[in-house]
C-alpha cells in the first residue's frame, strides 16, 4: 500500500476514534482505540516500539518508544493535552530521524474537531539541507 494511502487510513481511523470517544480521555485510551480501529481497516501495527539511541557506537537504554508504528511505514504519536507545542514536533522528528522513518503524524484528542489536532510531520533527508529536520503541517493553527 503506497504511503498516502496508508496516511488517509489513518487519519480516517483516528477520526472515527474522536467522532465515537470525543476530547478529554487519557492518551493510552485513544492509543487502545486505535488499534482497534486499525484491526479494523486492516491496516498493521505495532505499539510501543521501543526506538534505539545510539551515540557514537554507544546504545543507550533510555527507553524512548514509539506509540504506534502503522505498515511499518508511519510513525503516530497520540497526545491528549490542551496545545501541541514545537516539542511535541521537535520529539517526532526526531524518533524519525532515530528511527529511520519518513513520516510521522501527531495525534492531539482534546480538541473540538479532529482536523484541528492532526501533525503530518516529515523527515526530509536532502543532502542540500545537511539532514535536516523539516516539518510540514497537515491541518490546524501553526505552532
Request: aromatic share 8%; net charge neutral.
Amino acid at each position: 500500500m503506497e504511503i498516502n494511502q496508508v496516511t488517509n487510513k489513518i487519519i480516517g481511523a483516528a477520526i472515527e476514534v474522536h467522532r465515537e470517544l470525543g476530547p478529554g480521555l487519557l492518551e493510552n485510551i485513544y492509543e487502545l482505540c486505535l488499534c482497534r480501529e486499525f484491526e479494523i481497516c486492516r491496516l498493521s501495527f505495532q505499539r510501543q516500539v521501543e526506538i534505539p539511541v545510539v551515540y557514537k557506537g554507544l546504545s543507550l537504554d533510555y527507553g524512548y518508544r514509539a506509540d504506534l508504528i502503522v505498515e511499518n511505514k508511519v510513525l503516530v504519536e497520540i497526545k491528549s493535552v490542551a496545545e501541541l507545542l514545537p516539542i511535541h514536533e521537535a520529539q517526532v522528528l526526531t524518533y524519525l530521524k532515530m528511527g529511520d522513518w519518513k513520516l510521522g503524524l501527531i495525534f492531539n484528542f482534546i480538541v473540538r474537531l479532529m482536523k484541528n489536532g492532526i501533525r503530518r510531520l516529515v523527515y526530509d533527508l536532502d543532502e542540500k539541507e545537511n539532514n535536516s529536520l523539516r516539518p510540514l503541517r497537515l491541518s490546524g493553527k501553526s505552532t
